[in-house]
């Protein structure tokens, strides 16, 4: 039988098939390959006892995609979760969340929420984030969480996908999901319920069925991922805006930033790539050197 991972903790996994649950372990030859089965893995199962509904995890079909913090496979899409105001949009955040996307094979939807604190200081503010990411092929929702406003979208777009949101705290995700369900389900209660003595317990992981085949992934620490993986060279690959100009850099390895006849300063110039964009891949660019300046 096959089923999808849906929850873990240590050797035990809540398998999900078709509208049963199995709680599984993991068999032993795992261990000999180094490679034990995540949340959203799709895993063939044996069932050991259909009465107590336990099984055990045989093998693990191949993954689309794997993410290693926090654990987790067959992610297809990422909404991206900023709001309009309180807090205000971390434009920077957003362009590391959607490099970290490209680098792994991602699809991302960004989700400007809190649209109903419109106000004329912001109005310009909104339309530049709308244009600049719908421009290079993002799309982009805009919501009112607390009003349900613009959630049918949203939820047209999940289906049949398994979507993580990521975004800075009090942005609205909770609210999001919550009326993308249409019931209570704070996440929250469930991530960091705490035990008995009162801590927290760790942060565990979860997939959440909106539909057959449309899962919503729980992740507690995707704001926090860090880009470690991304070289500052191949940062360039990730800005999707960028492939095109790319080809007419002078300079093998050009970093676009200080070399002359560089093609994506040439389009930035002509307003083809975005001022905004081009910035901030310049901030992340020297951040990641940074970084590898400290690695030595
Ligand atoms: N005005 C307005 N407030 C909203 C909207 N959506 C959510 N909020 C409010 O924003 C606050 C934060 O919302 P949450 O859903 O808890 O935010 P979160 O992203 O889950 O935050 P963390 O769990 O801390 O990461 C709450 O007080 C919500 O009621 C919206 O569309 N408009
Ligand atoms: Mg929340
Ligand atoms: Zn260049």
């Known amino acids: 039988m096959q089923g999808i991972v849906i929850a873990n903790v240590s050797n035990s996994y809540e398998v999900k098939v078709e509208d049963k649950i199995y709680i599984c372990s993991a068999r032993g030859k795992f261990k000999l390959e180094k490679i034990s089965p995540v949340v959203g893995d799709k895993v063939e199962i044996e069932v050991l006892e259909e009465s107590k509904k336990e099984g055990v995890i045989l093998s693990i079909l191949p993954r689309t995609t794997y993410i290693k913090r926090p654990k987790v496979s067959n992610i297809t899409q990422i909404v991206f979760v900023l709001s309009l105001e309180s807090p205000k949009p971390d434009l920077l955040l957003l362009d590391k969340q959607l490099a970290f996307a490209e680098l792994n094979g991602i699809q991302s939807i960004i989700c400007i929420n809190k649209v109903d604190l419109k106000k004329k200081k912001n109005e310009d503010l909104l339309q530049e984030i709308e244009k600049d990411y719908t421009n290079i092929g993002y799309p982009v929702i805009l919501t009112k969480a607390k009003e349900k406003e613009g959630i049918d979208l949203l939820k047209e777009k999940l289906q049949g996908k398994i979507t993580a949101f990521s975004g800075n705290s009090g942005v609205g995700k909770s609210t999001l999901i919550n009326s993308i369900f249409q019931k209570e389900i704070t996440l929250e209660g469930i991530v960091s319920k705490k035990n008995q003595k009162g801590k927290n317990t760790t ?37 999707i805006e960028f492939i095109e100009p790319r080809k007419d850099c002078e300079f093998i390895g050009c970093s676009h930033i200080k070399e002359q006849n560089c093609g994506v300063k040439k389009a930035l110039e002509q307003g083809k790539i975005s001022r905004g964009r081009y910035e901030r891949y310049c901030k992340i660019y020297e951040e990641l050197k940074e970084k590898e300046a400290h690695k030595w």
């Open 203 to 239: 942060t565990a992981i979860r997939l959440y069925e909106i539909e057959p085949q449309s899962y919503i992934v729980d992740t507690p620490g995707f704001s926090t991922f860090d880009l470690s993986e991304i070289e500052s060279r191949d940062l360039e690959q990730y800005f």
